[in-house]
C-alpha cells in the first residue's frame, strides 16, 4: 500500500530529504479529498459542463493569479453554495499541492 509506505519513509529524517517528493505525496492525498468532497459538484477536467455542476479544477487553476496564495486563501474562506465545505487543515494543504500539481501539468 504506497500511502503507508510513504508514512513510514516520511517518519525517518533524511530519507525524504525531496521537497518535491513530499509535494507529490501531498498531491495524492489531496486527489482523494478532491474526490471524496468536491466531486459532487465540480464536473472532471475534460467532462462537458452542465448548467448544474461547478467548474472543472483545471479551468480553475488556468486561471492567470491563481497562485499559492489565493487557493489557500480560498479555503479559508467560505463560498456559496459550497457552505457545508469544512477541511481539516491538513487536507486543505494537500488539496493546495493537488490544485498546484494540476497548473503545472497543464500543456
Ligand atoms: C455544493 C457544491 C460544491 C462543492 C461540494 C464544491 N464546490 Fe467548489 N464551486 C462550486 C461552484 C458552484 C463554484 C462556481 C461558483 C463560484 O465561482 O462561486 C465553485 C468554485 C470553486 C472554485 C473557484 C472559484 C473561482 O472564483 O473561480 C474553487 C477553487 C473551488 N470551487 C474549490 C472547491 C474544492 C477544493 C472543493 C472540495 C473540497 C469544492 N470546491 C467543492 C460548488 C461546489
Do not use: Y
Not at 517518519?11 to 471524496?36: H, M, Q, Y
Not at 467548474?55 to 456559496?80: C, K, S, T
Amino acid at each position: 500500500m504506497a500511502g503507508a509506505v510513504t508514512l513510514a519513509l516520511a517518519a525517518l529524517p533524511g530519507v525524504v530529504a525531496s521537497p518535491a517528493l513530499a509535494a507529490n505525496a501531498a498531491a495524492k492525498r489531496g486527489e482523494r479529498v478532491i474526490e471524496e468532497w468536491c466531486r459532487d459538484c465540480h464536473v472532471r477536467d475534460g467532462s462537458p459542463q452542465t448548467p448544474d455542476m461547478a467548474p472543472p479544477f483545471a479551468a480553475i487553476v488556468a486561471v492567470p493569479g491563481r497562485d499559492r496564495d489565493w487557493f489557500e486563501d480560498f479555503l479559508e474562506a467560505d463560498h456559496f453554495p459550497m457552505t457545508t465545505f469544512r477541511l481539516f487543515e491538513h487536507e486543505k494543504a494537500d488539496v493546495v499541492e493537488w490544485l498546484l500539481d494540476l497548473q503545472r501539468k497543464r500543456p
